[in-house]
């Protein structure tokens, strides 16, 4: 079987947890400080804030802005459960918006549509790791006073107008999820430009304690650990390297796939978390793949609105189709070019 995704460590990563399980110093301390400053560089924004998930972090955000019971999110309708459920986690309300059918990202044009007296921030996700429409999007957000979280939880080191997704908004978050781009196991990060935003995510992401046992708000137990940290440290060395094998096996695919291939907006890095093919008949599709040993996901068959925690109502025409035919195929960088041939043979074999 050719996985759809396949954890990559070294030597490098055995190492760096070698060396934080000698110091005895497990938990959050100096190598979690060295992953948010190395990060934050790589990202170019000021600060950067580890937490223990991709959830975490964006709740965390969330909470940050001081988003609250009565207030309103404005969300894609196509992503996974967590970008709408944080905002749940802060008694507000998820807003969605269709997608774009080419990219699956949301569709800014139908953005100010949705928006209310109540809406307070706007969480647009660079889906399957290409950016969204960043400009349209922060001129609405600056027309009407909102905040803007990026979810950039599958796109690490991708690219809109020349500048990292994750700088952009007022706050980025970013998953170190083991299927990811760079991986921790388990963890994530919040990037920012705002001192006072970084400060409060700081002490929320640790039970509220600006000094400690002093708790000035409520807070969770969402830090890091310096095991996690080490392994982050070791793979961000090598995110752009990895990035470019996932770029360079789409491109492959590009040339040869006879399929409804991902359509990149140009001007942008696509960094590839998931390289996404649309099929009609995706139960069939899916078969041939499953008989030749090619893996596969689906993301995502089920369009949030539809999922019965939000039962929110209304019709996204565009992400229910999308949501019936997409399927995504191994892209990953530990990817021989006989694997990647196969792919190829498999797909263009159906019918």
Known sequence: MIPISKTIMGKEELKAVKEVLESGMLAQGDVVKELEDKFAAYIGVEYAIATNSGTAALHTALAAIGIKNGDEVITTSFSFFATASCVLMQNAKPVFVDIDPRTYNIN????????SERTKAIIPVHLYGQPCKMKEIMDIAEEHN???IEDAAQAHGAEYDGKKVGSIGDMGVFSFYATKNIITGEGGVITTNDEKIAERARIIRNHGQMERYIHECLGYNYRMTNIAAAI??????KLDKLNERRISNARYYDKRLNA???YVVPGVKHVFHQYTIRAKERDKFSELLEKNGVGYGIYYPVPLPSQPL?????????AEVAS???VSIPVHPSLSKEEVKE???VVNSYE
């Open 324 to 326: 019936k035919e997409v």
């Open 232 to 237: 982050g440290l070791a793979q961000l060395k």
């Open 108 to 115: 800014q044009s139908e953005i100010e549509d949705k928006i």
């Open 343 to 345: 792919v190829v043979e």
């Open 146 to 148: 909102l905040n803007v």
């Open 260 to 262: 409804d291939k991902p």
């Open 310 to 318: 939000f039962n929110s109502g209304g019709f996204f025409r565009v």
